[in-house]
Structures are given as structure tokens and as C-alpha cells.
């Protein structure tokens, strides 16, 4: 069998012919595969992409990478006509396999996309003998197609959180989808002001209607926004962001404490106390439950503020929003009379939220922070990567493309 007939069956164009094959040896081998245009059809123009008549041949061939082959190059060679169209004048024409000036077909560049879902951008680009620069323009195009293409119908339930970019010095807005039937990054926006959450629901408009549930934490743009735009929303302050704020509070304790002990001249118990502290008991490891088995016996204000934390874990347990509620009161009281000051933050912070907080209980079954929490580090994770992604349309293209679960069009992964 030809190389051609093959060719004809995985990737024919209207309009094109592959006329022959070459191979070029060397170090680094390549398939040059020339296509003609078939005489038959009419050349078409790349503004209106429609049928015009020829115009001229300028000088030159095109070369397009498409999906190696073999471990060899596989690269199309074309030479572009003009076209003089009666709408747009002489342009060039199109060629169904490329887009634009791109030097990558369509295919390989969906071939890439697909891969950079599972290795690293550098490790793509060195598995398949091409540039950094490439796989972020493949998986840039893979991205821009998928957001024009998904369905934003059926959206009930939003989470919106906030995450560090730029080594920890900006952040970012982000919404997610957390429906039982689709979890998914919906949009991102630079900063965390009340302009960038307000530019969330301009962008979604009349679907905010539709929410039935909008999760986020409790910074202040947030809730006067979602307030503002999706009245109808139960708001949820979720179990995810508070442990979070919990184990903030715990950690200014334990700075603090730290430098006291020190500044006194006591032992420095408290180091390496940092992840006994945070974790869950359930998740230390041996020596990390020995650190903290030896912590509890000090009469220190991290500890009392530890097995506040602790405490307050019971009302996870809580069914009803109404005795949760309650449980939750009696937490603040305790919490109030304890003398450690970021504590008291907290639980005042609670007693302010205490709706949004309850209502959690009552939107119980329906949304799952466990969603939001798998979101949320997965794109910790991908912001953290040693990317070389510096620019904030890098990071956005690397987020949608892992978490925006993003269609693709039909056949554009024949070649895995
Ligand atoms: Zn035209």
C-alpha cells in the first residue's frame, strides 16, 4: 500500500490532492508530502470562505507539520494560490488543513492538544521532536475552539474561589460548575476585586437566573455580588473554605507562639508542629502522629486553639441546619471566652455569616465540596507547575485545557 492511499484515508481534502511522497534522510528525517490543488474545483477565499476565481501562483511552498509518523517527520508541502474575489478582492486561498499563517496542521495540532493533557508542555514538545512554543499555540487552539464550542445550558450550582498566581504575589478569580452532573472550570478572571466578579456575571448574564446554588468563601466582593446577582441562589459558605480559614487561624497562632517561646527563652516545641497541627488526625503519618501526641501535653495556645479546630469538626456531623446551628453558637461562645485573638476573629466572622454558613445544611446532597476542593488543588497544582507559564494567558489556556472539560470536534483524535 502507498503512503498516499493511506493518506487519503485518514485525512482527504476537497479541492487537494497528495501528488507524491518524498523521504529525506539525514539526522533529522522527514516525509515531505506535496499536495496539488485538483483541477476540478474551484480555489476558495480565505476571508468569506467562499469559492472565487484564481488569481496567480507567487513564488514559494509552505511547509505543515502534521502527526509524525514512524518517528519521522511528516510535513505537507504546498504552494498557496490567490484568489480574486468579488467580495474581499486578491486574497490568499484556503486550505482546509492549517489555519491561518500557522506552520502546524489542524491534526497535529489536536494531536498535541490531546497529549498535553497528559504530560507536561515540555514533555510534549520534546516526545514528539517540536517546540514549547508549538504545543502552547496546539493547545491554545484546542482551547479557543473548545470555549466557543461548549454548552453552558443546565448550569445550577457555581462555586467561586480565589487562587494565588505569580508566585503568590496576584490572584485569580475563578468559577467552577460543581452540578452533581458536570464539574467543570467555567471562567477565570485576573484579580478578586468587585469589578473582576462582576465581570463574571456580565459574562453569564440571564443563565444567573437559573442558579440554584452559588458557593464561594466569605471575601467581601464575593458576597455582595452574588447577593446582588443571584438573589434567587441559596449561597453557601462551604465546609472547604472554612477548614481553610480554621487552619489559617491555627497557623497565625502557632507563628506567634513560636516567637513568644523563643523570645522567652523556652525549648521550640512548636517546630516542625506546622502539619500535625493542620492535618487531619486521620491522615498523619506515624511520626507526625507522635509530634502531635507530644504537642497535647504542653499547656500551649496552640494546642487550645488546636482542639478548638477539633471541636469544631462535630458539626460536620450535623444533619439538621437547625441543630447545627445551635452546636455552632455554642462553638462561637467557647471560642469568645478562649483569649486567643485570631480565634475570636474567626468565630465573630461566623456569627456574621451564620446563614451562609447553616446553609450548607440545607444544600447538603445537593452540591459536594469535595468538588470544589478536588478543583481547587488540582489547580493549585497546574498554576504551580514549572510551566514557564509567566503570562496570565498561558495560565489561563493551561487551566481551561485541564479543568474546563472542554469538547472537541468529531474525529479529532484518530490518530491515538
Ligand atoms: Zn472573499
Redesign the pocket.
Known amino acids: 500500500m502507498q503512503l498516499k492511499t493511506l493518506l487519503n484515508h485518514v485525512q482527504k481534502h476537497k479541492g487537494f490532492v497528495y501528488d507524491h511522497v518524498e523521504l529525506h534522510g539525514g539526522p533529522r528525517a522527514r516525509l515531505v508530502v506535496r499536495i496539488r490543488p485538483d483541477a476540478r474545483c474551484r480555489p476558495v ?1 480565505s ?2 470562505e ?1 469559492p ?1 476565481p484564481y488569481y496567480d501562483t507567487p513564488e514559494g511552498t509552505r511547509y505543515f507539520q502534521f502527526v509524525p509518523l514512524w518517528g519521522l517527520l511528516v510535513l505537507f508541502a504546498y504552494t498557496m494560490r490567490r484568489v480574486k ?1 468579488p ?2 478582492g486578491v ?1 490568499v486561498e484556503l486550505v482546509p488543513w492549517a489555519q491561518g499563517k500557522s506552520p502546524t496542521t489542524t491534526a497535529y495540532a489536536w494531536f498535541l492538544a490531546r497529549w498535553a493533557k497528559k504530560l507536561s508542555w515540555l514533555e510534549v514538545a520534546r516526545s514528539f521532536n517540536t517546540t514549547w512554543d508549538t504545543v502552547f499555540r496546539a493547545v491554545g487552539l484546542a482551547v479557543e475552539w473548545g470555549l466557543q464550542h461548549r454548552d453552558l445550558t443546565g448550569i445550577r450550582a457555581i462555586g467561586v474561589d480565589e487562587v494565588l498566581w505569580h508566585r503568590g504575589h496576584k490572584y485569580l478569580t475563578v468559577v467552577y460548575q460543581i452540578d452533581a452532573h458536570c464539574r467543570r472550570l467555567l471562567w477565570i478572571g485576573e484579580d478578586r476585586t468587585k469589578e473582576c466578579i462582576e465581570g463574571f456575571f456580565d459574562w453569564f448574564g440571564l443563565r444567573a437566573r437559573w442558579l440554584r446554588f452559588v458557593c464561594s468563601d466569605q471575601h467581601k466582593p464575593y458576597l455582595t455580588a452574588i447577593g446582588r446577582r443571584a438573589k434567587q441562589a441559596v449561597h453557601v459558605l462551604d465546609r472547604f473554605h472554612i477548614v481553610q480559614r480554621l487552619n489559617k487561624a491555627i497557623d497565625q497562632v502557632r507563628a506567634a507562639e513560636v516567637k513568644k517561646l523563643e523570645r522567652d527563652g523556652y525549648e521550640p516545641v512548636l517546630k516542625r508542629g506546622r502539619w500535625p497541627l493542620l492535618k487531619r488526625p486521620e491522615n498523619l503519618t506515624k511520626k507526625q502522629d507522635a509530634k502531635l501526641r507530644d504537642l497535647l501535653k504542653y499547656n500551649l495556645t496552640t494546642v487550645r486553639a488546636y482542639l478548638l479546630k477539633e471541636e469544631l469538626q462535630l458539626l460536620w456531623d450535623y444533619t439538621s441546619a437547625t441543630w447545627a446551628g445551635r452546636f455552632l453558637d455554642r462553638w462561637c461562645s467557647t471560642v469568645m471566652r478562649s483569649r486567643i485573638e485570631p480565634m475570636k476573629k474567626l468565630a465573630r466572622s461566623f456569627r456574621v455569616h451564620r446563614e451562609l454558613l447553616l446553609n450548607w445544611f440545607r444544600a447538603r446532597g445537593e452540591i459536594s465540596a469535595a468538588v470544589a476542593e478536588g478543583l481547587n488543588n488540582k489547580l493549585k497544582v497546574i498554576t504551580r507547575r514549572a510551566y514557564g507559564l509567566r503570562t496570565l494567558k498561558a495560565t489561563e489556556i493551561a487551566l481551561y485545557h485541564s479543568l474546563g472539560a472542554l469538547p472537541e470536534p468529531e474525529g479529532a483524535h484518530r490518530f491515538f
Open positions: 477565499c476571508k468569506c467562499r472565487a474575489c467580495r474581499c486574497r
